[in-house]
């Protein structure tokens, strides 16, 4: 995917004026082709070029950046979370919708950190790496961010329209896989690996 660059961030005329109508685009386009839902609390968001673009838009909004200096070292660090070749990346938020964080949510996210979240179909299985707070990264909110690495079997597989993919989480006190993935959701993620190959 081509990086996201300086002259998108800084000509937001059109975004400013239309920003209520952008909202509920992007929400929607979530929903219905990035948005996977495993058990109660997890909720996995699977960034793009377009999801990683409405974030730093709104970024520069709230802190007013306008330096371009400062907005080019947010994009620097965005632009790492594209999809690569046979990868995808997410963002996993762990929280029940209009609850603050309880204790309860709080012991699930520490035992998610160390246990397991990746795709399973029948008998494969393409786990995710939870990427660590290395010196450099950073953390967005409350978010964990998580790779998922596909062979090339791994894509074959998930190319084939037979298969059903489902997303599953396991620690302890937490195991849930979520729901087949819907049409648009697979293919959303399918066009990801396809398109890094045009990096």
């Known amino acids: 995917m081509h990086p996201l660059t300086l002259d998108e961030m800084t000509a937001p005329d059109f975004y400013q004026d239309h920003r209520d109508d952008h909202f509920e685009e992007h929400y929607r386009y979530l929903d219905r082709c ?3 839902r495993v058990g109660p609390a997890v909720n996995v968001v699977f960034e793009n070029r377009q999801t990683l673009w409405f974030r730093v838009h709104e970024l520069v909004r709230v802190a007013r950046l306008t330096e371009p200096g400062r907005v ?3 994009l620097n660090w965005y632009n790492r979370l ?3 070749r046979n990868q995808l990346q997410a963002a996993m938020w762990i929280a029940e919708p209009g609850r603050r964080p309880s204790r309860a949510l709080e012991a699930i996210r520490a035992a998610i950190s160390g246990g397991r979240i990746g795709f399973r179909s029948e008998d494969i299985e393409v786990p995710g790496v939870f990427l660590t707070n290395r010196v450099g990264d950073r953390l ?3 978010a964990h961010w998580v790779e998922f690495h596909f062979t090339a ?3 074959a597989a998930f190319a084939d329209p037979a298969r059903r993919w ?3 989480v396991e620690a302890p006190g937490y195991e849930h896989e979520s729901l087949p993935l819907e049409d648009e959701v697979h293919a959303s993620l399918l066009s990801d690996l396809e398109e890094s190959d045009h990096d």
Do not use: K, M, N, T
Request: net charge positive; glycine share 6%; proline share 6%.
């Open 153 to 155: 079997a791994d894509r």
């Open 140 to 142: 967005i909110g409350l």
């Open 72 to 74: 080019q070292a947010e």
């Open 34 to 36: 990035r948005r996977v």
């Open 82 to 84: 594209l999809p690569r």
């Open 166 to 168: 489902s997303v599953f």
